[in-house]
C-alpha cells in the first residue's frame, strides 16, 4: 500500500512522445475504466509539467506526468476489492 501513499511522477520518453494524454493513461493504467481516467483529466488531477491538460494534450519529450496519490490506489483496485482492502486495513 505505500506506493499509494505518495505522489508519482512518470517522465516521458521519446517512443511515447506525440501520443495523447489520455491514450497514454490507458496504457499505464490498465483495468482502469476510460470514465474515470477522463474524469480526473477533466477534474485537473492529472498533471503534466505542473499544470493542466485536456485529454488531447499531445506529450513531449521530458514531460513530467504527475498522478495523485488518493487515485491511484482507487485506479488500480476495483470498488469492490478497495472495499475489501480498506476495510482490512481499518481491522489491523
Not at 521530458?62 to 481491522?91: N, Q, T, W, Y
Request: charged share 25%; net charge positive.
Amino acid at each position: 500500500m505505500s506506493n499509494f501513499a505518495s505522489v508519482q511522477f512518470w517522465t516521458i520518453d521519446n517512443d511515447h512522445a506525440g501520443q495523447r494524454i489520455d491514450n497514454y493513461l490507458f496504457t499505464r493504467l490498465k483495468g482502469v475504466p476510460k470514465s474515470r481516467i477522463y474524469r480526473i483529466l477533466r477534474k485537473g488531477e492529472v498533471r503534466v509539467n505542473k499544470g493542466r491538460v485536456k485529454a488531447e494534450y499531445k506529450l513531449l519529450p521530458d514531460d513530467i506526468v504527475r498522478i495523485p496519490p488518493s487515485h491511484r490506489g482507487l485506479l488500480f483496485m476495483g470498488g469492490a476489492v478497495c472495499l475489501l482492502v480498506l476495510s482490512k486495513l481499518l481491522e489491523l
